[in-house]
């Protein structure tokens, strides 16, 4: 059984920042991609970042230059740092994870979501 768990957000001010944080848990063998996504009223889920298995990097271009994702692989664990807030940032996160599993079988999974709100 895997399990992915976000923490990190909550109210920030325009102009701040926040750091959410993804842990994966449970039978991996490995993670082959790892991403953020969010949600806002009334959208689709949309991605913001994320990273693949080979290292490549990307971002949606509303958050390119302000929001950083990175990851501990011994952790198993990725982050995303979100700098210089706005107000249209607002949003339920997500991650999300392909993850291999020890039967040789991939499979994708997401978090619970945490809310982001930006706000004065």
């Known amino acids: 059984q895997v399990q992915l768990v976000e923490s990190g957000g909550g109210l920030v001010q325009p102009g701040g920042s926040l750091r959410l944080s993804c842990v994966a848990s449970?039978?991996?063998?490995?993670?082959?991609?790892m991403g953020w996504y969010r949600q806002a009223p009334g959208k689709q889920r949309q991605l913001v970042a994320a990273?693949?298995?080979?290292?490549?990097?990307n971002y949606a271009d509303s958050v390119k230059g302000r929001f950083t994702i990175s990851r501990d692989n011994a952790k198993n664990t990725w982050y995303l740092q979100m700098n210089s807030l706005k107000s249209e940032d607002t949003a339920v996160y997500y991650c999300n994870a392909l993850i291999l599993l020890p039967t040789g079988i991939s499979s994708n999974y997401w978090g619970q979501g945490t809310q982001v709100t930006v706000s004065s």
């Open positions: 449970g039978s991996i063998s490995s993670i082959k991609y």
């Open positions: 990273i693949t298995g080979g290292g490549r990097l």
